[in-house]
């Protein structure tokens, strides 16, 4: 039913209803630490603020993400949606020529990367 209606709910639009149903039940558990849907909401709105600002990102803009697992994925997933930009997940083993068609089949015009990732 969800997808039926026009226009469709999408993921975004789930997690700020219990965002703000809810902010303070736990939604993700890494390692040691705990964030609750209120802590990915305020560092997705951070993060959709710097990749604005910094990066010019605007609506319509493919984004490669070359992240590994960590929450800084989650709220960058958050952020990219929030801008309306498009996001391409790149298996951050991929290297040589298959990070490079992952890249150009993407079309991602930007890449965003953690420190260290080398391709």
Known sequence: ???ARS???TLLDV?????RRRPRQPLLRFQDELY????????SNRAAWVLRRRLGLSPGVTVAVFLPNSPTYVWTWLALA?????MACVN??????ALRHALE???ATVML???GERG
């Open 113 to 115: 990367t953690s420190p």
């Open 7 to 9: 226009p469709p709910e």
């Open 15 to 19: 997690f700020l209803l219990h965002a």
């Open 92 to 97: 951050t083993n991929a290297r040589g020529r």
């Open 36 to 43: 609750t849907y209120e802590d990915v909401d305020l560092r």
């Open 105 to 107: 089949a993407a079309g």
């Open 82 to 86: 929030k801008l309306g930009c498009a």
């Open 1 to 3: 039913r969800r997808f």
